[in-house]
Structures are given as structure tokens and as C-alpha cells.
């Protein structure tokens, strides 16, 4: 099952995607993809709709029918940092004995062919494909046994990333990972019922046409079950919540010579069975 967010930014509708790769409606039955709708009783009860039974939706996703992120009211969006030891390596970072945790603010949060601003002092705007995964079920502690069975969906997300405010500007990460537009979500929310591993999904990222990153989930250093049980030790976890589970190499940062974001560019990116984003790179305000 592929559910959605499909409509104008600030009222987007939940949908469900068909067979045939358009939307229907889903407002009928529940008030958006979020919280309540993500816990397992919910999605079960979803899973069990004729998609042909509910109202279609006008319009060709992504195209001319505008996609918001796949996930609304995130309570915590959660990153994980250098969890592909080749990004560590072209990061010039060693890889971390223990998951290292990091945060986006969800004011960043946009939908999967938004434009990504570059904001206002950049000069390091970066590009980072990564798997999401949304929580569907709460818990704290969870043994990692049952990790999976918090699981409500999978997702594309683009971690975008201002190198010189993350790692320059006398703090944590999250100075230079959660600015407005960084966080470009969807395009739909992936049960994990359509996915046959997890674990082994290609991911790519073009700028301009030019392919930047190609990988692999296969490479992840910590595994999903891992980071949902180690991240559960820290905070509860709850229905909604997303964790971005890291990029594979190639970022700009990583260039010879260095690359960034400056406006003007295109972005594409997606992952084997959960789609694809495009976004335009806007310049920062003067």
C-alpha cells in the first residue's frame, strides 16, 4: 500500500495510491496520513480497501497534482549520521563505534517536489539521498527482535544539508540540517508489505542530470532494526515519527572539486520501490 498527501501546501488530503499509479481519496475514512492513521489497526484496516472503491482523485501525481510530504504532524524527525562507511570516509570521518543521532526541525519539512531555498548566508548547500523510516507504533526501550513491528512505512528523503552552519558554526549538526526546505519527504508513504528487503534497495541522486550517488541500503552500517531499537533508548518513539537513516557517498562535500547548491539546479533522487523526488534549487534571499 502507497498512501499520500496530495493538494495545495497547508491543505493536502490523504489519498491512496492505485494500481494505475493515481491517487484516491482517502478523506473519507481518515483525517490525513499521520498518528492515529499510522498505528498497525489503522494500516491493517487500510490495507484492506479496494483502492478502486474510493473516489479518484483528478490529476497525475507529481505531474499536475501537487504531492505534500507523505507524513503529517511528524512529531520528531530523527537523522542518523555517517552510517555508510564510504560517506564517513569521503567525510573524513571515522566510522562511529555507536549510531550517531542528530535532529531536523519539522518546520523543514516539505513535500517531494517542492523547491529546496537556499537560505540566506549559504555557501555549502548540500545534497544527501536517504531511506525514512515512519514509526507507526509507540515504544521505548524496544528490543530489536521486535524492532519491525513499529514500522508503519518507508520513504524517500533528501537530507539536505548547509555544510559550513553544521559543522563550522560552533555547535551541534543540527545548526546546518534543519533550515526551511531541507527536509523534502515522499513522494508516498511505503508499507512494508511491498517491500521484499529492506535491507537491499539501490538509491540514487542526480544534480543536473549528472548522477552524484548511487548505492545501497545493503551497505548500511547500522541496520533499521538496530536504530529503531538504539534510538528507543533515548526517547520514546511514536506514531509519526520519522527516522532518516543516512546516505550512501557522493555528497558535494565529497567532490574533487567541491560541489554545492547555489540555485539554479535540479535535484532528482529516489529509491528502489518508493519513488522519486525532483526539486528546483532557488538562490537565498539577499
Keep these: 500500500m502507497k498512501l499520500v498527501r496530495y493538494g495545495a501546501e497547508g491543505a493536502e488530503k490523504p489519498g491512496m495510491l492505485d494500481a494505475t499509479g493515481y491517487v484516491r481519496d482517502l478523506s473519507g475514512l481518515i483525517d490525513d496520513v499521520g498518528r492515529d492513521a499510522l498505528l498497525p489497526d489503522s494500516i491493517a484496516r487500510l490495507a484492506g480497501i479496494d483502492p478502486g472503491s474510493l473516489p479518484l482523485v483528478s490529476g497525475t501525481p507529481q505531474e499536475n497534482l501537487r504531492l505534500g510530504a507523505c507524513v503529517s504532524g511528524i512529531g520528531k524527525f530523527i537523522c542518523i549520521g555517517l552510517n555508510y562507511a564510504d560517506h564517513a570516509a569521503e ?8 549510531p550517531i543521532i542528530f535532529n531536523k526541525w519539522t518546520s523543514a519539512v516539505c513535500g517531494p517536489n517542492d523547491p529546496i531555498q537556499v537560505p540566506r548566508g549559504s555557501t555549502k548547500t548540500d545534497w544527501e539521498v536517504e531511506l525514512g523510516v515512519v514509526i507507526g507504533q509507540s515504544g521505548s ?15 524517500v528523503i533528501n537530507d539536505v544539508s548547509e555544510r559550513d552552519f553544521q559543522l563550522n558554526r560552533s555547535g551541534t549538526w543540527d545548526k546546518g540540517k534543519g533550515c526551511d526546505t531541507f527536509g523534502p519527504t515522499g513522494p508516498w508513504l511505503v508499507t512494508p508489505d511491498e517491500i521484499s528487503n529492506v535491507n537491499d534497495l539501490a538509491m540514487w541522486l542526480d544534480v543536473d542530470g549528472v548522477r552524484m550517488q548511487s548505492g545501497s541500503t545493503s551497505t548500511l552500517i547500522f541496520k533499521i532494526p538496530h536504530l529503531i531499537a538504539y534510538c528507543s533508548q533515548f526517547m520514546s518513539l511514536q506514531p509519526g515519527d520519522v527516522i532518516s537513516t543516512g546516505t550512501p557517498p557522493g555528497v ?21 520501490g ?3 523526488q525532483t526539486n528546483v534549487v532557488l538562490p537565498s534571499a539577499k
Design 91 to 98: 567525510a573524513g570521518m571515522d566510522i562511529p563505534a555507536e
Design 141 to 155: 526501550y524496544i528490543d530489536e527482535a521486535n524492532a519491525m513491528d513499529h514500522v508503519a512505512g518507508f520513504c
Design 252 to 272: 558535494g562535500m565529497g567532490q574533487n572539486p567541491l560541489r554545492f547548491l547555489h540555485g539554479g539546479e535540479t535535484v532528482s533522487l529516489g529509491i528502489e
Design 274 to 276: 518508493l519513488g522519486q
